[in-house]
């Protein structure tokens, strides 16, 4: 089936890299999959070279520098391509998160990793969206009684779900695939079914680059 994006890579809601992750632990052995035949091992660990491969020919220039990544690309021409009306072509704050965090777990990274990783990280830290939380509000003229919105914060931190690639600009979208620059902009159905801002980015940031950061940036 090659309909919508199923014949696109896809990155969408970590697909690709849950997969990956459970072929790293057969590769390594943990989470129970020591039980898993060992002719599976050489195998696996193949494929995940070769997503690696995959991961590093796909993550986003910008005039020649390393950010992250969009959400799907096209299989042939590894460019960033749209998936649901809603979801353009753009660099994730979201999906970029799954793919870092997978590349960290990599024994003994190459220096082509390295980069990579250091490059989304310092993407993610510039797009941070400081002051604000993503929220519910109530709303007892819309149809659910509640809104979604950014909200003034001086302790929260926000990362968009899409932005424009070359501004860094989030942007929104709905069912008739218009760009929006406004998340009130869009139809109250999307806008209050769809993580348009998140906080995905935090813990990789705050703890676990931290310590990887540690062990291979020498």
């Known amino acids: 089936d090659s309909s919508l994006y199923r014949?696109?890579?896809?990155?969408?809601?970590?697909?690709?890299?849950?997969?990956?992750?459970i072929l790293q632990d057969i590769v390594e052995k943990k989470n129970d999959f020591d039980v898993v035949d060992s002719s599976f091992i050489l195998k696996s660990a193949e494929a995940v070279q070769r997503a690696i491969g995959c991961i590093l020919r796909t993550q986003i220039r910008v005039d020649g520098v390393l950010t992250a990544w969009c959400a799907q690309y096209n299989k042939k021409t590894f460019q960033p391509e749209m998936a649901r009306k809603f979801e353009l072509v753009s660099i994730s704050g979201n999906e970029s998160v799954g793919i870092t965090r997978f590349l960290m777990r990599i024994r003994n990274p190459s220096e082509e990793i390295k980069q990579a990783v250091v490059a989304a990280v310092n993407w993610f830290e510039k797009v941070k969206i400081k002051g604000f939380r993503y929220t519910d509000v109530k709303a007892p003229e819309l149809p659910k009684g509640t809104d979604r919105v950014l909200i003034p914060d001086?302790?929260?931190?926000?990362?968009?779900?899409?932005?424009?690639?070359?501004?860094?600009?989030?942007?929104?979208?709905?069912?008739?695939?218009?760009?929006?620059?406004?998340?009130?902009?869009?139809?109250?159905?999307?806008?209050?079914?769809?993580?348009?801002?998140?906080?995905?980015?935090?813990?990789?940031?705050?703890?676990?680059?931290?310590?990887?950061?540690?062990?291979?940036?020498?």
């Open 154 to 218: 001086s302790t929260g931190a926000v990362w968009a779900r899409f932005y424009e690639i070359g501004t860094n600009r989030p942007f929104f979208s709905g069912r008739n695939s218009n760009k929006e620059y406004d998340v009130r902009e869009i139809e109250y159905e999307r806008r209050t079914g769809y993580a348009w801002y998140g906080t995905w980015p935090e813990k990789l940031l705050n703890r676990e680059y931290p310590a990887w950061a540690k062990k291979y940036l020498r």
């Open 7 to 21: 014949s696109q890579i896809t990155y969408n809601d970590d697909a690709m890299v849950n997969v990956l992750n």
